[in-house]
């Protein structure tokens, strides 16, 4: 049984490259013997290491390409925050320390699940490219290899670009020097067979060429309007680039990345915990908007500039209880309860093409804010674990919180007062508010999300996209636009899109598929 030791990596940017191969050849100067950057010594940013059988080696790149396929995190971006040191003794090795995102993390574990049917425990030097010097391969670069999905992988992944070696007071200088961060964007998604001291030796497989980033998304004006926008953006040679600062694309969340029919999810979440309120406290019935919410009369909890109805129905089902207690409660909701049209969980169902969008956005230096009329809380719950956006990215309805140390342990308690509606007009105000930057981006799907899209795009200083999901499917999803049977009205900012420019999508011309597998 042959083995073949292998690196799938990410490789960076010309850019990052020149910054790599300036620091690796001052540590040469240091330190002669040490190994340059290049055609036999990638610069790269690992993703995993380990062996494999070499008669495996076909089967193993299949099986990520399927995997890249679905899930397309080919570019993406990192800030490299420092230099890291990674050995001891006489010489060390040194590289740029790179910020483990949460998409480096979830790329790292997309690799581990197609790949790990093929790992072997452990092997021998035969497995490794040669040295070029002729010299053995060291027991600690197969030690390394060999222990690598075990000990630096998830929680442990520390991601890094290897710069070279030097000697010990010269590298431990260098970690002492100031340090600019900057952001390294990768180009590709790439197999490498592993050499002397884990370096990027032999390339095997690039699987980056036939990546397609929005696979769900057919062919068509809307899609190549996408990559049209992000390409002249993320070029440094375009007059119309943007620096990973001002990247801000904001997204509605309820008919935008997940239904709203034949509720929003929120509503569906407070109806149930409504239902368990009145087996303790029996009066509630006595308020109308109660009684509505338990008859499904969702227009009369919606009536009101800012759907009084609902904002009571919300308040009674979420005050008094603590964030974490309440966080707590939502994921359970999440865990048990279905759709009753699709009997999946509320979790599952978000749209795949949205989906893509999300995380070709961050691959390529956008930072993805969701905007919603939802509540912030009920958002922050989930939003991690289903879309890969961090909470403090969330912008929703808040209500008025109450600190206090119950018990010695500090705690914030959610009240019945709403102090910021997060719809319409007022989304253009919690952009202002909570995130400090003017998007260049906005997805939205109904005339709650009019003010934030023309917000983003009318007299917007820099290259700007608007976007409208337009549900024209009722086969797979909802039909709906004038006339609704839940939120997301729409008449207003679909008259407006053609003289914005605004992209229209067309549920059932535009995506080929609309729900996760």
Known sequence: MTLIAINVLLEPDGDTVEKAQAINKRLRGNHPEGFPLDANHAPHITILQLLIKTE???????AVENALRRDSPINIAGQATGYVDMASGNLKLTGFRIEATPNLRRLQQVI????????????????????????????????????FSNGRTGPNYQPHLTLGIGTSDFVEALVAESFEPFTIQTTSVSLYQIGDDGVAQT??????????????????????????????????????????SERIAVHDND????????????????????????LASPNLTSNPMVQAALDGDLAKLLEGEHFDGLMQILAITHAGMTTEEFGTAVQAWFASAKHPRYGRPYGELTYQPMQELLRYLSDNGFKNFIVSGGGADFMRAWVEQVYGIPPEHVVGSTSRGVFELRDGKPVITKTLDYMFVNDRAGKPVGIHQFIGRRPVICCGNSDGDHAMLQYTTINNPRPSLGLIV???DAEREYAYDVKTTSSGKLVEALKEAPQQGWLVVDMKQDWNVVFQP
């Open 203 to 244: 390339k095997l497989h690039d699987f980056s060429r036939q990546a397609d980033p929005l696979p769900s998304w057919n062919e068509g004006h809307v899609k190549q309007a996408i990559f049209a926008f992000v390409t002249e953006v993320t070029n440094k040679d375009s007059a119309a680039y943007l620096p990973p």
């Open 112 to 147: 581990i699940d197609a790949i790990a049917p093929f790992a072997v425990n452990h092997g021998t030097s035969d497995a490794f490219a040669s040295r070029m010097d002729g010299d053995v391969i060291s027991n600690e670069t197969i030690d390394y290899v060999s222990k």
């Open 56 to 62: 495996d080696l076909g089967q193993a790149i299949d």
């Open 255 to 278: 008919g935008t990345l997940w239904p709203e029919n034949p509720l929003p999810f929120q509503v569906a979440f407070a109806i149930d915990e409504l239902r368990q309120r009145i």
């Open 470 to 472: 337009h549900h024209t």
